[in-house]
């Protein structure tokens, strides 16, 4: 179903955050096809509770009885029976999911489920569910029963998801901080978010043992897994435990001021907060139409012309000299005017225009309110390499010779030149990647006195530690599972079945099973969309401020793994359609579903969606996906280039219809940094997306973006770019994580032993074939040789 969104209509209201909100996320959890579910958890506590001796109401239990069921609870968990531990498993899962069947207001239900999961984590279910998964992920008997169906379902996946429900239902209750939170509650959310960026299985952390469930579900080897709550859980922990928007704005305050940096001029989020969206581009219909008005405009003008009098004729050729347009940059002026004239010209009828020699009227308030709405929303920005090249072309220009390292000397230079170098100075920006790079170079350089004596043992670090060996393989597998949720894929015999956890065992026999099971599927390929944008883009985020080369590494395994084209592919649909679906049947949303009286789903309901004008996590997973492009291919000339070969340019321009202006801020970053491959003719027929480059995206001076000027733009030093930042991202890797554990990998500078007993009590493995030929090689090496050692001792040689 899709929402009225059209190019027409006004800004969309949507705020961009970490995730939406609480009950949306909870919700999203859960298929429509896992209705019948909820009852069984509420049956499997009351039975529990049934042979405890207690009472079958949580919320008329005494202190002592809670306690007394949670531990008898934990007993059975840990029982070696499988009935008997998945039935405590979903009497905890009923209790997580707050006691629905007690409750007669949705707000009760969040309540009562808030407090039980810090009464749970308290005693320690957290662990001992993850404990759980691991043994569930270890149980070879369901990956070989699914294995051998020809089809798997929502049956083959049942015990696997009510540990995951479990787990995410902890992690999401405790990302979102309430203010009615008492001390204790705030005291183990930070306890909990610690533990999560910590190993909890072994040596493992559960990110990681994450990122190998899904590589297993990729690679066949576990199709029965659910994968959409595998993707929901991996991008939860990694967004409590590495931090938020919050937590990455004040990390990168923090390392800057280690770095001796300045603060942040501005922040991205909070600027796009305030942008107003620009009128979308014009259609190729549209086009058509003004310039059909454009013929007959000329038309008329002739005519009328041809009729004016002899006295008239000096009026005339100064009207024709003035006003034809007979140019392609007049006519491109009128169709602008045309576009822009035709929106309100139904509404009303314009008053005519005053002369420039007299000005309309303004207030005061109007002046001020016009003054700020001139102004740019970003500051300037300007790189030190800039300032170099402007020097040296300055320099070649007016002195004939280039000063290398030199940003101070400006003799011979003229006043204005001192002036734009001044000015360039003030705006110069050094970001953190620029200070690690150059750090890197002199540890390289000077491996011995700049060596790196210690590793701060952050979260970011910990887990990119655990994922480096086999990083390649999980972007491919996101990537792949992308591949098969994105609309614009088709279905094909040998992708992967990202149903398995939404389709039932008996297909639906009525046309309304149909539509909700067709709306079903559909919410359930955006979720995974939404769950996979932001797990790639937290950890690019996470990563560049950590270490530029953990970044570069993941970005180039991304552009290996074919992303770019993949999310050109992405937006290579009607974009509108997309953001403004209304894949969401609100009545049978847990835990609406569940209180109250059980709705009858008919047509109506299935068509009372969310009456906002668009969808939150598809327009989330839109802006995502375009942060990502943006990452990856900013200031990379060859990636660059991957956008003009794939023709984005059109599939980008489409996505600005969309009248948000956070989602058309990255749109026009990438139409700008490739606008010097498109042509002329191209920036002449695209004057209104030049116009909105120039007032949404920040100035970089001396950037000569319209234009093919740029010297880093050629072509053949694209590889060697690629080859160059990968033989420095090794040598970053070989130096830290090197499994020696040693911080100096470097043979040459290893220390040496000069111990003659522990050198020669050193146990030296011989190849069989050394061993076999062991007397020719003593004949050659040693009887054949005359070495004269006695003139070691002569002094020409000391």
Known sequence: MVGSLTSESSDLDFVYNDADEHANEIAELYSYTEESDFFVHKKAFEDSMEEYGLPLRWTSFTHD??????????????????????????????????????????????????????????????????????????????????????????????????????????????????????????????????ELGLPLLGEDLLAHVLFQMVTRFCSGSAPHFPIKKILLLLWKTILVSLGGTDELRKLKSVYRAEAGLPPVPDDTIEVTKTMRAASPPASAADLIESQEQRKNYRQFRRQHLVKQSSMDDSMAYQDLDGDSLSGPDDEL?????????????????????????????????????????????????VRSKDIANFLDHTRIKFVGFQLNNDQTSLAGLPLPIHEGVKVLKQHMYISLAEVQIKKEEEISKLPLSKKETSIPQTPVEILYHAILPSLPQYMIALLKILLAAAPTSK????????????????????????LKLGIDVNRHKEIIVKAISGIILLLLKHLKINHVYQFEYMSQQLMFANCIPLVLKFFNQNIMSYVGARNTISVIDFPACVIGETPEVTEETLEMGDQQPYCWRNLFSCINLLRLLNKLTKLKHSRIMMLVVFKSAPILKRALKVKHGMMQLYVLKLLKMQMRYLGRQWRKSNMKTLSAIYQKVRHMLNDDWAYGNDLDARPWDFQAEEFALQASINRFHNRRYDRSGSLCSDPDFQAVDNNILSVLGREIELTDDFKYHYEAWLKREVFHLSTDWDQLLNSQYL
């Open 491 to 514: 279905a094909k015999t040998e992708s992967i079945n990202i149903m398995a956890d939404v389709l039932p065992e008996e297909m639906p026999m009525t046309v309304i099973q149909s």
């Open 65 to 194: 009885q809670k306690e007394k069921a949670l531990l008898r609870l934990l007993d059975s968990i840990e029982m070696s029976q499988r009935t008997h531990r998945m039935q405590a498993a979903r009497a905890v899962l009923y209790l997580l999911q707050g006691v629905f069947g007690e409750c007669l207001v949705l707000e009760a239900q969040a309540e009562l489920a808030r407090a039980n999961v810090f009464l749970l984590y308290k005693y320690g279910f957290f662990h001992t569910f993850v404990w759980l998964l691991n043994m569930e992920i270890e149980n070879s008997s369901a990956a070989t029963s699914a294995l051998r169906k020809p089809a798997v379902s929502l049956g083959d996946s049942t015990d696997i998801r009510v540990i995951l429900n479990v787990l995410y239902t902890f992690v999401e209750v405790m990302r979102v901080q309430v203010e009615t939170d008492t001390d204790e509650m705030k005291e183990s959310r930070e306890t909990f978010q610690k």
């Open 333 to 381: 002026q009128y169709i602008e005017e045309q576009q822009a004239s035709s929106v309100n010209e139904n509404e009303y009828t314009r008053p005519p225009t005053p002369r420039p020699s007299t000005p309309l009227p303004t207030s005061v308030s109007d002046q001020n309110n016009a003054a700020s709405n001139k102004r740019l929303p970003w500051v300037p920005k």
